[in-house]
């Protein structure tokens, strides 16, 4: 993933870039539809991690 692309779908980032914080990182998405499919799926892995345990 390069420093100017969408974190989720590899888009390039303009002015509207919004910051997402996943597992603790910083991430830049291109729209509000990215950053809540990096929402969810890091909400997905957390339930999967804690009924795994």
Do not use: H, Y
């Not at 996943?22 to 909400?43: F, M, N, P, Q, S």
Request: a negative charge; proline letters at 0%.
């Amino acid at each position: 993933m390069k420093e100017n692309t969408c974190a989720a779908c590899d888009c390039e980032l303009d002015s509207t870039r919004i910051a997402v914080k996943i597992g603790g990182k910083t991430v830049e998405v291109c729209c509000e539809e990215c950053a809540e499919a990096l929402r969810e799926a890091e909400a997905a892995t957390r339930t999967e991690q804690a009924v795994s345990k």
